[in-house]
């Protein structure tokens, strides 16, 4: 057990944050089943906010009655994968608010992870380093990694190499749109028809998004994705049609993501969320 003294945090309250993929390049496919991809995923502030605290037993609530709180949901694994590397014998009560919509394509459930391995590191005063924290996040999935950099980053791999970037020269505000239906990421990565996507090369891009402060949007993902459920599709033309600039995909979908200011007209059960990006200093949480 942890012994909890009286001079000892014991208690924790943490935001996790959402992500948007700004631009996602899938490569190839590797023998593991995973894509190799390019992106460039920055950080939002729509987040939710984690409560730890530490106890005599585990427990994991959340606000939202759909979310598992069994070891389905990537907190429990974090907790467990923490445990069992570090060999500290500690029990630790989360309790999820849940804002980041899930099957979105937004990170919720990853960043959530990413969290908890920030709050055990300094409740348990393991005091494990960045590239230790890092390494556990990649067993836990593939964009749980990019939580820990500092809010904008340059991913490749199956998403879990990272390389941290400053934040990008301009203060971005815009959109999220949710639909009321989700897209399981593992299906469109499945569907995907790697020899019908476009040979963009994603360093490019990156040099201009830093060099010349000019944003590219785009989403390999996205035909798949549209495939599945053609009701994407028809969603993204309504928000084009109406003006939005720049929209993208979120990652395996099913929200997007644009730039403008001004707020969508939307159908029924569709909920938009303001957003800004979001980036943290070194040492310091969201
Ligand atoms: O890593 P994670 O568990 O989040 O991935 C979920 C699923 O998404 C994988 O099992 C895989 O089918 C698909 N995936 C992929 N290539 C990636 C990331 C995810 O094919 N780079």
């Known amino acids: 057990m942890v012994k909890v003294d009286s001079t000892m945090t014991n208690t924790l309250t943490l935001k996790s ?8 390049r899938v490569l190839n496919k590797r023998e593991d089943g995973y894509h190799n991809i390019a992106s460039l995923f920055q950080a939002l502030n729509l987040c939710d906010t984690l409560h730890f605290t530490l106890s005599d037993s585990d427990s994991l609530t959340c606000t939202d009655p759909a979310i598992p709180t069994d070891s389905k949901n990537l907190v429990i694994k974090a907790i467990d994968l923490f445990r069992a590397k ?6 630790v009560k989360v309790h999820i608010e849940k804002k980041i919509p899930v099957e979105a394509g937004l990170g919720g459930g990853s960043s959530n992870a990413a ?14 380093t960045t590239e230790e924290l890092l390494s556990m996040a990649a067993e836990i999935g593939s964009d749980v ?3 820990l950099s500092q809010g904008t980053a340059f991913c490749s791999g199956r998403g879990e190499l990272l390389q941290s970037m400053q934040p990008l020269p301009f203060n971005v505000k815009g959109w999220i749109v949710k639909p009321p239906y989700g897209m399981p990421t593992p299906a469109v990565y ?9 040979n963009i090369d994603p360093a490019a891009i990156l040099h201009e998004i830093t060099t010349k402060n000019t944003l590219h949007f785009f989403n390999d993902l996205e035909t798949s994705a549209f495939k599945l459920n053609p009701e994407l599709s028809s969603l993204k033309e309504s928000l084009v049609e109406q003006g939005a600039e720049g929209v993208i995909m979120c990652g395996s979908g ?3 993501f644009s ?3 001004q707020s969508p007209q939307i159908r029924e059960n569709h909920k938009v ?7 943290r200093s070194s040492n310091q949480w969201y």
């Open 17 to 24: 944050p959402a992500k948007v993929n700004l631009f996602l």
């Open 86 to 91: 570090t060999q500290k014998n500690f029990c």
């Open 115 to 128: 969290t908890t391995l920030w709050a055990l590191n300094e409740l348990c005063t393991t005091n494990l």
């Open 145 to 147: 990694p990019f939580f």
């Open 190 to 198: 499945q569907n995907l028809d790697l020899s019908q996507l476009l």
């Open 254 to 256: 099913s929200s997007f």
């Open 259 to 261: 730039i403008s200011l």
């Open 273 to 279: 969320f303001d957003v800004e990006f979001l980036n």
